[in-house]
Nanobody, 114 residues
Framework: QVQRVESGGGLVQPGGSLRLSCAVSGVIVSRVTMAWYRQPPGELRELVATITAGGNTDSIHSVKGRFTISRDNAKNTVYLQMNSLKPEDTAVYYC????????WGQGTQVTVSS
């Protein structure tokens, strides 16, 4: 059974930074495409960034140059470094495979507000 535990969210002012972590069990993150998703209040969940088994990364246009996805194979953990945060980045952030498994973790809340 695949489990993901997301952490690192919080309240941050615009322009601030956060680093999200996703500890994964049940799947080896270096062998699949992993991704971060987010669900803003009242909106659908959306894909934010991906990292392939080969280490290639990609992200949506709105976060390019600000967010960086990475992984630690030894810890089987995926990260999302978020810089220059904006209020529109406010959302619950989740990690999952891409395409996503049916089950989701609890997510971690990121709130960007002054």
């Amino acid at each position: 059974q695949v489990q993901r535990v997301e952490s690192g969210g919080g309240l941050v002012q615009p322009g601030g930074s956060l680093r999200l972590s996703c500890a994964v069990s049940g799947v080896i993150v270096s062998r699949v495409t992993m991704a971060w998703y987010r669900q803003p209040p009242g909106e659908l969940r959306e894909l934010v960034a991906t990292i392939t088994a080969g280490g290639n990364t990609d992200s949506i246009h709105s976060v390019k140059g600000r967010f960086t996805i990475s992984r630690d194979n030894a810890k089987n953990t995926v990260y999302l470094q978020m810089n220059s945060l904006k209020p529109e980045d406010t959302a619950v952030y989740y990690c999952n495979t891409n395409p996503p498994l049916r089950s989701w973790g609890q997510g971690t809340q990121v709130t960007v507000s002054s």
